[in-house]
Nanobody
Framework: VQLQASGGGLVQPGRSLRLSCAFSGSVATINVMAWHRQAPGKQRELVAQIIVGGTSNCADSVKGRFTISRDNAKKTVYLRMNNLKPEDTAVYYC??????????????WGQGTLVTVSS
């Protein structure tokens, strides 16, 4: 199971970015697809997640600005980030949770993509 994150970069405040996370490999089920972020000097925090077969939700700090979505055919999860603020500057990581083909749980992380919001 591998996750490949992309889409980060330098952007001015108020602008938008879309992050992508492509999944490769074979598993039995994926139960959660999520984006986390870690700002310099801070702990990693959950930004948004999709509970497969259930709901999606976002952290209060990004609610109304960020949207998580997925494309099952492309095995990809996206994070659309609008009206970016300097405090959104962080390394963003995608994370999948599920069950492997042998019935073992897995937690897979992408390599991280840097988002810098600055004028």
């Amino acid at each position: 199971v591998q996750l490949q994150a992309s889409g980060g970069g330098l952007v001015q405040p108020g602008r938008s970015l879309r992050l992508s996370c492509a999944f490769s490999g074979s598993v039995a089920t994926i139960n959660v697809m999520a984006w986390h972020r870690q700002a310099p000097g801070k702990q990693r925090e959950l930004v948004a997640q999709i509970i497969v077969g259930g709901t999606s939700n976002c952290a209060d700090s990004v609610k109304g600005r960020f949207t998580i979505s997925r494309d099952n055919a492309k095995k990809t999860v996206y994070l659309r980030m609008n009206n970016l603020k300097p405090e959104d500057t962080a390394v963003y990581y995608c994370n999948f949770l599920g069950m492997g083909n042998s019935g073992e749980p897995f937690a897979s992380w992408g390599q991280g993509t840097l988002v810098t919001v600055s004028s």
